[in-house]
């Protein structure tokens, strides 16, 4: 049954579908996900003045590429700017979830299906998964503006539910002590190597001899998770563990430091040998956040740690503003030399009574 505002219904199909014109003089129609015929008025209204919106900026009208089209032409633009387990990653989440979801032209997604994708993963998976594919949909929408596909960009603006704040977890020294003398010998020098420069997992197990530079101090990562590279500057207890791999081994430059380990021996092994000193809830990749704690520990501002770890953006190093209680109270013990007593007038001095009172003299 057709309605002569162009909101019409089936009988072969339950729900409301609307038809209009586009940008290009086509006829278009397509089903809404409403359930009132206020509702499908106001959705095709709105339809109606993104078709202005696109002639008045010039704006090529939405074609007939389904979404599944884009993801493939988005995959392809992908692959030659990510690593190949950052792109394994986004394939997953483009062709798994995306695509199932965002059935049809990729000019027929509006806000409100971005916002349904949202609200339907999140009853499925973690706050930082919706997150990171909200993040892949809005990069591949965004893109299919640059291509002339789409006039804008439906998914911007969309939120993500609150994502819980990163790990706090490092091990004091005493107990960094413990687990290497829990670990096994081939477990030593990856853990102090992790816990003296910071440096995740995957990094440690491709390093190449050829990556090290002894003599300045240094290693060289060519490409690293985010997809750039950058200098790891080692300490004395790293160049240390490097030698002594050094002189285990009769090496090339092409070899790894760590040879035929996998990471997931590396973090099986680490996990024992944190059980058998007591220690729980710890992580190889917590030996990260033990690395940027002692920084700032030692008075490391957060630019510094940001820079030394390879995080592109400070909001990954603000996690590591927290600091240790003996530090802090050692902290607040250096203001006794800073203000002077009385602190209020009239206070002369401040004596502790018995069970904890102040009087004034």
Not at 76 to 89: D, E, F, G
Not at 134 to 163: D, Q, T, Y
Request: glycine share 6%; with cysteine.
């Amino acid at each position: 049954m057709s309605n002569a505002d162009g909101i019409y219904t089936r009988k072969d199909r339950a729900g409301y579908w609307m038809h209009w014109t586009n940008a290009q003089g086509r006829r278009r129609w397509r089903k809404l996900n409403v359930s009132t015929l206020s509702q499908a008025r106001k959705a095709r209204a709105a339809e109606l003045v993104r078709v202005e919106q696109s002639k008045v900026l010039g704006f090529a009208a939405p074609g007939d590429e389904t979404f599944t089209e884009i993801a493939t032409r988005f995959l392809a633009h992908q692959k030659a700017r990510l690593t190949p387990k950052a792109y394994k990653r986004e394939t997953g989440i483009v062709n798994e979830h995306l695509c199932n979801f965002f059935a049809g032209p990729v000019a027929s997604v509006r806000r409100v299906d971005v916002q349904r994708y949202v609200t339907k993963r999140a009853n499925e998976v973690s706050a930082h998964s919706v997150l990171k594919e909200l993040n892949v949909c809005k990069h591949l929408l965004r893109l299919a503006v640059e291509w002339e596909i789409v006039p804008f960009n439906v998914a911007h603006g969309v939120k993500c539910p609150r994502v819980p704040a990163g790990r706090v977890r490092y091990l004091q020294p005493g107990e960094l002590r413990a687990v290497l003398e829990a670990s096994p010998a081939w477990l030593r020098p990856v853990v102090a190597l992790a816990a003296s420069t910071g440096m995740r997992r995957s990094e440690l197990l491709g390093l190449h001899w050829l990556n090290v530079d002894l003599m300045n101090g240094r290693i060289m990562l060519s490409r690293t998770k985010n997809g750039e590279g950058r200098v790891v500057y080692l300490n004395e207890t790293a160049k240390a563990t490097i030698r002594s791999l050094a002189f285990e081994q009769v090496m090339r430059s092409s070899d790894l430091l760590f040879r035929k380990l996998t990471g997931e021996q590396v973090s099986m092994a680490f996990q024992r040998a944190c059980r058998r000193v007591g220690i729980s809830d710890f992580r190889f990749h917590d030996l990260r956040h033990t690395a940027a704690s002692w920084l700032r520990m030692k008075g490391a501002d957060i630019h510094t740690v940001a820079q030394l770890l390879g995080h592109k953006d400070l909001r990954m190093a603000a996690r590591y503003q927290h600091l240790s209680p003996s530090f802090l109270a050692s902290a607040v013990a250096t203001l006794d030399g800073t203000f002077a007593i009385p602190c209020y007038p009239g206070v002369t001095e401040i004596k502790v009574l018995e069970g904890g009172a102040a009087a004034n003299d």
